[in-house]
């Protein structure tokens, strides 16, 4: 033994680390109500809640101010029975907090959700063992799938001419000017209306001159209107037309899901877009082009990074079907009603970061809506088999990947690095980029061992015009930016912006 440790110091200070690492002999008993639910039963035994309140009176007696005697000079027996009320409360909190980060290195739960257990309804009793409850959501327990060699199909397409003439035209639109027009609508055509959703004779939600793209379906929150572009071919202003309206079954309405409710157009005026000029100060505003041609080579670079990003897509899903097949653990309702925002958030970064518009975001998100429990389930038995793989790999977000993330984000949206940072922040979503970032690492490992086979990619049509609202009403605040119409689009990020 090394001379420091002879000294009256060192056998207080070794006698104090005893004490802090000497462990309590609890009785665990873990109930599984489901793959994804623990209910554990906790008991501290009696010679481990007298030690914590030994140890809590030998600290208060150098203090304790009790009538009659000297602070500190009290008996202990009097000390005792004058702040044993006080001392316990301070006791409950060291049993609860040690017993649990005890439980936490022996049982090694995989947890996804804090504990839920009322420390108020917690009592240490005068006699006897000190006995707790508590609810724990765990990742379930899971041989991991055979992930190498697997077989994926990758959409490939090389872009022409053509293509980029469609694109360019869809930004112009965002640049464009809706003028009045005095005649019949057409499809593609704008209307302004008062829009009414109804459930017989009771007004359900309402909106005042919501500007709407004459498109073949109708999207909103919680349902769509089918045939929407039949229902509005040759309306004029003036007219009100309805049409059903099909709720899904994750309304938040209860009372209204899976219903059939009507929508009441009362249309206020019909609108032609016109497309502006390619002049110079467009140039500048898209993005500091200084000819079509450069903007021509931005919008390719555009259009083959949204092809990557259907191409991880399509790879995802694939794989995830492999991965998940014969994962068929029963996940429960509150997880997934609670877990459903995250993978909004999750889904919502994702299409942030491959540049696509408000429009088409507002799309997607009414989508996920209209199908939460189903797509939140699906989407977390992927998570939960990804997360393992890169636990196996040791993979990890580190602070670079996060400023690369939001540093993209940022480009695409045409703000700061740093102001993306404060808004994922102050929204609690860095844990849903930290998921983003360790699922794609891990979708790139079994990429690299799978074997492919290219098909043609074909761009999907715009067939859906989606409005930020809830026929049933109830609707939940939304966290994804208003859609944008003509004449406030942002600028078209070059890819020397990202870096």
């Known amino acids: 033994m090394s001379p420091e440790k002879n000294t009256p110091d060192a056998v207080v200070d070794e006698t104090a680390e005893a004490e802090a690492l000497q462990k309590m002999n609890l009785s665990i008993k873990v109930d599984s109500p489901s793959a994804c639910?623990?209910?554990?039963?906790?008991?501290?035994?009696?010679?481990?809640v007298d030690r914590y309140y030994d140890k809590a009176f030998s600290e208060l007696?150098?203090?304790?101010?009790?009538?009659?005697?000297?602070?500190?000079?009290?008996?202990?027996?009097?000390?005792?029975?004058?702040?044993?009320?006080?001392?316990?409360?301070?006791?409950?909190?060291?049993?609860?907090?040690?017993?649990?980060?005890?439980i936490t290195e022996?049982?090694?739960?995989?947890?996804?959700?804090?504990?839920?257990?009322?420390?108020?309804?917690?009592?240490?009793?005068?006699?006897?063992?000190?006995?707790?409850?508590?609810?724990?959501?765990?990742r379930p327990e899971f041989d991991l799938p055979e992930w190498k060699g697997?077989?994926?199909?990758?959409?490939?397409?090389?872009?022409?001419?053509?293509?980029?003439?469609?694109?360019?035209e869809q930004i112009l639109a965002r640049h464009g000017r809706l003028v009045p027009f005095n005649g019949p609508a057409a499809v593609g055509d704008y209307i302004s209306c008062n829009l009414t959703f109804k459930n017989g004779a009771v007004e359900l939600s309402s909106s005042n001159e919501e500007v709407i793209r004459i498109r073949p379906v109708?999207?909103?929150?919680?349902?769509?209107?089918?045939?929407?572009?039949?229902?509005?071919?040759?309306?004029?202003?003036?007219?009100?037309?309805?049409?059903?309206?099909?709720?899904?079954?994750?309304?938040?309405?209860?009372?209204l899901r899976g219903q059939t409710i009507t929508a009441v157009f009362e249309v206020l005026e019909v609108k032609k877009l016109e497309l502006p000029e390619l002049t110079p100060e467009l140039l500048h505003e898209l993005g500091d082009f200084e000819s079509e041609g450069d903007l021509r080579d931005a919008i390719k670079e555009d259009l083959q990074r949204q092809l990557e990003y259907h191409q991880q897509q399509q790879a995802r899903r694939q794989i995830t079907a492999a991965l998940t097949e014969s994962a068929n653990w029963q996940l429960p309702p509150q997880?997934?009603?609670?877990?459903s925002r995250r993978e909004l958030e999750r889904s919502v970064l994702e299409l942030r970061r491959n540049g696509f518009s408000d429009t088409e975001i507002q799309a997607h998100e009414n989508d996920l809506r209209q199908n939460s429990a189903a797509a939140t389930a699906r989407s977390l038995k992927e998570h939960f088999i990804l997360e393992r793989i890169a636990e196996d790999q040791d993979f990890e977000a580190s602070p670079e990947?996060?400023?690369?993330?939001?540093?993209?984000?940022?480009?695409?949206?045409?703000?700061?690095?740093?102001?993306?940072?404060?808004?994922?922040?102050?929204?609690?979503?860095?844990d849903s980029l930290r998921n983003q970032i360790i699922e794609r690492k891990v979708i790139d490992l079994v990429l690299s061992h799978a074997h492919f086979k290219d098909v043609p990619y074909k761009p999907e049509g715009t067939e859906t015009e989606a409005i930020d609202q809830s026929a049933g009403?109830?609707?939940?605040?939304?966290?994804?930016?208003?859609?944008?119409?003509?004449?406030?689009?942002?600028?078209?990020?070059?890819?020397?912006?990202?870096?």
């Open 218 to 255: 109708l999207s909103f929150r919680d349902g769509n209107v089918a045939n929407f572009d039949k229902l509005m071919k040759g309306v004029r202003a003036g007219e009100t037309r309805e049409a059903d309206a099909k709720l899904t079954a994750d309304a938040p309405n209860e009372s």
């Open 473 to 499: 009403g109830e609707e939940e605040e939304s966290e994804i930016p208003e859609a944008k119409h003509p004449g406030e689009a942002e600028p078209l990020r070059t890819s020397k912006e990202h870096d």
């Open 37 to 48: 639910q623990r209910h554990i039963t906790v008991t501290i035994p009696r010679e481990d």
């Open 61 to 102: 007696m150098e203090s304790a101010n009790v009538p009659g005697f000297r602070a500190g000079r009290a008996p202990r027996k009097l000390v005792e029975a004058r702040f044993r009320k006080d001392v316990t409360g301070q006791v409950k909190g060291s049993l609860l907090m040690d017993s649990m980060a005890q």
């Open 150 to 168: 697997l077989s994926v199909e990758r959409p490939v397409r090389e872009f022409t001419k053509k293509d980029v003439d469609k694109r360019l």
């Open 106 to 138: 022996e049982e090694k739960f995989s947890a996804i959700s804090e504990p839920d257990f009322d420390p108020q309804a917690v009592e240490v009793p005068d006699e006897g063992p000190m006995t707790f409850e508590f609810d724990l959501e765990v």
């Open 401 to 430: 990947d996060y400023q690369a993330e939001i540093a993209l984000i940022a480009a695409q949206r045409g703000e700061s690095a740093r102001r993306v940072r404060a808004r994922l922040e102050k929204g609690d979503m860095m």
């Open 335 to 339: 997880l997934l009603r609670r877990q």
